[in-house]
Structure formats: C-alpha cells, structure tokens
C-alpha cells in the first residue's frame, strides 16, 4: 500500500475484489460436488436457491472478517494459521453450542417451536422447560453469529435438514397438515429461508 500510494480504502477493496474472485472457484466446485455425489435434494427449488445465496454471502464475509481479525496479530503467519484453526475448529464448536441450546427447548407442538420464550394465550410468560438455556441461546447467539463460518454451518445444516424432510414427506402434506391445524397449530415453514431454519444465519 505504502509503495503503490493507494489509499486504505482502494488497498482493502482490491484485496477483497481479489479474495472474493478467488472464492468462486470452491464455491461453484460445491454444487457440481453435490450434484455428482447425487446429493441432488440440496439443489433442488428454494433449497437450491438457498444454498447459491449462503454460498454467495460466505466468501465477502469470511473475508471481511479475516481482515478485521488480522490487526489482532503482529505476524502474519501467526494470523493466518490463528484465523484458519478458529474459523474451522473455533466455528465447529460454537455451532454446536448453539445446536444444543436451541435444541434443548425445541418442541414442535408448540405454537413457536424454536420460541418457546414467545407468550401465547395458554403460556403467556412462555413455554420453555428450560429457561436459563433459552436466555443462553439469545445472548450468547449474535455473539457467536458474528463468525461466518457459524452462520454457513447452522444455514447449510438447516438447508440440509428441510432438503431431507421435503424427501421424505410427500409434496404439499406438510403444508396440508398445518393448514387442517390452523391457528391452533405450530407455526412452522417449509421453506429454508425461513427465520427458524436458515433465515436468521443468512441474515447475519
């Protein structure tokens, strides 16, 4: 930067330009990866539409943050290595954190099954049985969400999870069966871009 007289911010953007192209090479090796393992489910309708957006949004992302990341570190290699153990292992481990948290309390009969803190006419403080967990899941949630890496696992495990219930459920039964409950039943979607499946890590 200093030797060229680019300013910081052409200096950034160039770097990021360049990471970002280098990127889509991996990223457009993942659907024809998917596609050749016949792993077809997780490329078909929105659930495709969802994967090409998550895969999209994670290259500028990461990128961004391993930038931000680097000023931490005086060597470069250091930060290298540091920010490719935490973004692989780190991430891996905050995910699952927040899998269990959210998992502890789900419960599909519920109005708001990934909500249980969310007050209905029969539980107006709620219904979780496990309050502290929940609490737990929003604080600790957009904290860890500010990783990308979290945000890909949690999106690309939800886009897979709806990919597989769309296999096995006959087309249009689940949302016959929700519809037949009415505003009695959960309020649950099919769609993977749905704020409870991989809606909210896109959205960070």
Known sequence: QILSGASHLTFWLSNLFYDVALYTIPAICVPLTLNQFGFN???ADDCGM????????????VA????????FFKDHAKASN???TFCLVG????????????????????KYPAACDIPTEGYPE??????????????LGPLFRLVPTVCAYQALFAIALVANLKVIMPKGAAEAMLS?????????????FAYDWAGEPIMY
């Open 41 to 43: 489910m997780l490329l």
């Open 180 to 192: 037949m409950l009415g505003e009695s039943g959960p309020k649950i979607s099919t769609s993977p």
């Open 82 to 84: 540091a920010i490719l």
């Open 50 to 61: 969802a994967l090409a957006v998550v895969l999209a949004l994670f290259g500028p992302a």
């Open 64 to 71: 961004g943050f391993s930038y931000l990341a680097a000023f």
């Open 91 to 110: 991430a891996s481990v905050l995910s699952t954190v927040l899998f269990i948290l959210a998992f502890i309390n789900y419960n599909p009969t519920y």
């Open 126 to 139: 709620g219904n979780c049985r496990f309050p502290a967990a929940r609490k737990a899941d929003r604080i």
